[in-house]
């Protein structure tokens, strides 16, 4: 009886394993960070917030000029007062909501441990936070923009009853709506560094805000000379220093300052880059 044999058939070689390296471009994470802001309710409600208070806040100093102009010691002063101060007054309230928007892009991460994905994809680390430096002055900008467009129109009614209307034909109108802007820009790059610094939401928010707006009221309660002369030197008197351009505020008083709108220009920017290269170091060379 023949056996019938099969033959089996050859394997086939497998093919050499090829290894794929994949570069990650600045505008593959650029695109990555928009993605992660946008997806984020917390953006959207502090982006909303942020028009909100601005515009509420200026509206109601519009509203007050009425009763200014019918108290005799305050009235003589709106003849000195710039409408686009007005417009921009909220700035301080925005800058609550912008400075917790800056430091949630990097601690939410923390907390989520979504930065170790991140900073896999991305070795190098330093492209991460650049990337998310500009998406929030982006987001920054676009939002100070809308707010002022909204406040001037709302408020136009109001500020044209006393002439207080700003005119977009005038340099000192520019001046304070690109002082606001970058302002505002400066504090959420000063609380992204300090969120990436000590990595925690509660940490970054107390620590920015506790600089950007409450330090120099707790300072004026202290009664040291040395530490009078350092509160012309905190990010809000600074600010406040190019943002004033009339000789005299709504209750009378003088706003003169010790800094030139120039300096006020340089201390501001100092408090955004010093965080913001403290940043890079501690991202580069700490553990995520």
Known sequence: MNTLTIAEAPTPALAPEHTVHATLTFPGVMRAEWIKLLSLRSTWWSLGLTVAVMTLFALGQATSLDFIAQDPETAPTLGAIHGAEIVSRGYQLGMITIAVLGALLITGEYSTGMIRSTLAAVPTRLPV???????????????????????????????????????????????????????????ALFSLGMGTLLRSTAGAVTASLTVLLLLPGILQIIGLDWLQNLIDYLPQPAATAFLTVSDVDLAGHSTSQELSPVAGLLVVAAYAIVPMVLAAVSLRRRDA
């Open 129 to 187: 936070l650049a990337a998310k430096a500009i998406a929030v002055s982006v987001a920054t900008t676009v939002v100070t923009v809308l707010s002022l467009v909204l406040t001037y129109l709302i408020t136009s009614p109001l500020l044209a009853e006393h002439d207080l209307v700003p005119r977009l034909d005038d340099a000192q109108t520019w001046q304070v709506a690109a002082g606001m802007a970058y302002f505002l820009i400066a504090a």
